[in-house]
Nanobody
Framework: QVQLVESGGGLVQPGGSLRLSCAAS????????MGWYRQVPGKERELVAV???????NAADFMKGRFTCSRDDAKNTMFLRMDDVVPEDTAIYYC??????????WGQGTQVTVSS
């Protein structure tokens, strides 16, 4: 099993920046990819970005040019740098890990609120 713990969410003003972190622990050697999703109450969870251990990142269009997803495999941690945020970025952001076995794990989520 893998445990995922997100941190870094909070209140940020429009145009501001925020960096989310996701620390993985447990059977991290079996992780094939890690990613970020977000969800607004009443709506489906949507993809932000997924980073495989090798290969190209799959990123949502809204992310490009504003958000940057990165990984530090030595620390089993993934980051989401959010710049120039807008109110529509308000959501709960979830970290996810997809295993080589096919299992998928989710973090508990971290709230991001963009408001003046």
């Amino acid at each position: 099993q893998v445990q995922l713990v997100e941190s870094g969410g909070g209140l940020v003003q429009p145009g501001g920046s925020l960096r989310l972190s996701c620390a993985a622990s447990g059977s991290v050697f079996g992780i094939a990819s890690m990613g970020w999703y977000r969800q607004v109450p009443g709506k489906e969870r949507e993809l932000v970005a997924v980073m495989p251990r090798s290969g190209r990142t799959n990123a949502a269009d809204f992310m490009k040019g504003r958000f940057t997803c990165s990984r530090d495999d030595a620390k089993n941690t993934m980051f989401l740098r959010m710049d120039d945020v807008v109110p529509e970025d308000t959501a709960i952001y979830y970290c996810t890990a997809a295993m080589i076995s096919g299992d998928v794990y989710w973090g508990q989520g971290t709230q991001v609120t963009v408001s003046s």
